[in-house]
């Protein structure tokens, strides 16, 4: 089970931390990602970390503005936002994969966390 929390509401500019609390599975053991969704648009990846936090990928939208990390032994990976966009509104989803790379493609991943609302008004 994956539990994804942080999300809310901030100002253009504005900044905000996601987490990921991962339960029910060797979290070690697994990539985890960030995607988001947002209305009436398909799900997008966001950033990728592999199982030892070595391997990072962001998309190009979030480049530079984005940190994804993980902590093992608190089975949790985080989303640092800095510098939102009204264009970065949208549900940010958790997902773990079983593959031994950081996958950035969404079929990739095996357990998806319910989602958290992020909106960033202008």
């Known amino acids: 089970q994956l539990q994804a929390s942080g999300g809310g509401l901030v100002q253009a500019g504005g900044s905000l931390r996601l987490s990921c609390a991962a339960s029910g599975l060797t979290f070690s053991n697994y990539v985890m990602g960030w995607f988001r969704q947002a209305p009436g648009k398909e799900r997008e990846f966001v950033a990728t970390i592999s199982w030892s936090g070595a391997t990072i990928y962001y998309a190009d939208s979030v480049k530079g503005r984005v940190t994804i990390s993980r902590d093992n032994a608190k089975s949790t990976v985080y989303l640092q936002m800095n510098s939102l966009k009204p264009e970065d509104t949208a549900v940010y989803y958790c997902?773990?994969?079983?593959?031994?790379?950081?996958?950035?493609?969404?079929?990739?991943?095996?357990?998806w966390g319910q989602g958290t609302q992020v909106t960033v008004s202008s």
């Open positions: 997902a773990a994969s079983r593959v031994t790379w950081a996958a950035q493609a969404m079929g990739f991943y095996d357990y």
